[in-house]
């Protein structure tokens, strides 16, 4: 029988850094003998993809975008993320289900009821192990927007109310379950924001149990 393996999300408002430092991360745990799957909301199964592609690029009301971010999550948890965990690989996922708090319930004022619901009735019901949250000012924020990005999605176009009610949702889930967050300061310089992932993924690789006889494949992620 394996051990469930250790689920672990990144959030942060678009231009708060986690791109800079997923693929870093899937490193470090890989070389640690981590058995990784590496993966993305929405996203991370063909027909998340699919859904992705309309959520970034379709203008549609507030509701539908919801639910199709529900849908594709439905999809990534029972095809993806819940066998991997039951096979006792570890999860590294971009965005979550408090990406919806904060985007949809936050920025766009939906509010946490009815995305507490879906939540619910779809049984979500296993929390990351560890989220890290790459928090910066708004204004750096928009400002990494402004640079590299060639067609901005619909949501990098939002203005700036946007992404303080955003960013006030991110932190109102931290204050509601601080011990599952670490927050991250992502304005400091990229070693410096490293040595505070190195410390707290060290500690999940003590907390958590991973194989170490070759029972479980490598390289599913």
Same mark, same amino acid.
């Given at each position: 029988m394996?051990?469930? @393996?250790?689920?672990?999300?990144?959030?942060?408002?678009?231009?708060? /850094?986690?791109? &800079?430092?997923?693929?870093?991360?899937?490193?470090?745990?890989?070389?640690?003998?981590?058995?990784?799957?590496?993966?993305? +909301?929405? !996203? /991370? &199964?063909?027909?998340? %993809?699919? =859904?992705?592609?309309?959520?970034?690029?379709?203008?549609?009301?507030?509701?539908? +975008?919801?639910?199709?971010?529900?849908?594709?999550?439905?999809e990534?948890?029972?095809? &993806?993320? +819940?066998? *991997?965990?039951?096979?006792?690989?570890?999860? =590294?996922?971009d $965005?979550?289900?408090? *990406?919806?708090?904060?985007?949809?319930?936050?920025?766009r004022?939906? /509010?946490?009821t009815?995305?507490?619901?879906?939540?619910?009735?779809?049984g979500?019901?296993r929390?990351?192990?560890?989220?890290?949250?790459?928090d910066?000012?708004?204004?750096v924020?928009?400002q990494?927007?402004?640079?590299?990005?060639?067609?901005?999605?619909?949501?990098e176009? +939002?203005? *700036?109310?946007?992404? %303080?009610?955003?960013?006030?949702?991110?932190?109102? $889930?931290?204050?509601?379950?601080?011990?599952?967050?670490?927050?991250?300061d992502?304005?400091? @310089?990229?070693?410096?924001?490293?040595?505070?992932?190195?410390?707290? =993924?060290?500690?999940l690789?003590?907390?958590?149990?991973?194989?170490?006889?070759?029972?479980?494949?490598?390289?599913? !992620?």
């Amino acid at each position: 029988m394996t051990t469930p @393996g250790c689920f672990i999300t990144l959030e942060g408002v678009d231009g708060a /850094g986690k791109s &800079t430092h997923i693929a870093w991360m899937s490193d470090y745990l890989r070389q640690a003998g981590v058995d990784l799957v590496c993966t993305r +909301e929405p !996203g /991370g &199964t063909p027909l998340g %993809e699919q =859904l992705r592609a309309l959520l970034l690029q379709q203008e549609m009301d507030l509701r539908t +975008e919801t639910l199709l971010m529900f849908a594709a999550r439905n999809e990534h948890w029972r095809n &993806t993320i +819940e066998p *991997a965990l039951q096979r006792g690989q570890w999860v =590294l996922c971009d $965005r979550y289900v408090d *990406a919806s708090y904060a985007y949809q319930g936050g920025g766009r004022a939906l /509010g946490a009821t009815a995305i507490q619901a879906l939540e619910q009735w779809l049984g979500l019901v296993r929390a990351p192990d560890r989220t890290f949250l790459f928090d910066v000012p708004l204004a750096v924020a928009r400002q990494r927007l402004s640079r590299g990005r060639d067609a901005p999605d619909r949501f990098e176009q +939002e203005g *700036a109310a946007f992404f %303080e009610r955003t960013r006030d949702a991110y932190l109102a $889930r931290v204050r509601g379950t601080p011990g599952r967050f670490c927050v991250v300061d992502a304005q400091r @310089g990229i070693d410096d924001v490293r040595q505070t992932l190195e410390v707290a =993924l060290d500690a999940l690789l003590h907390a958590y149990p991973r194989p170490t006889d070759g029972s479980i494949p490598q390289g599913r !992620g």
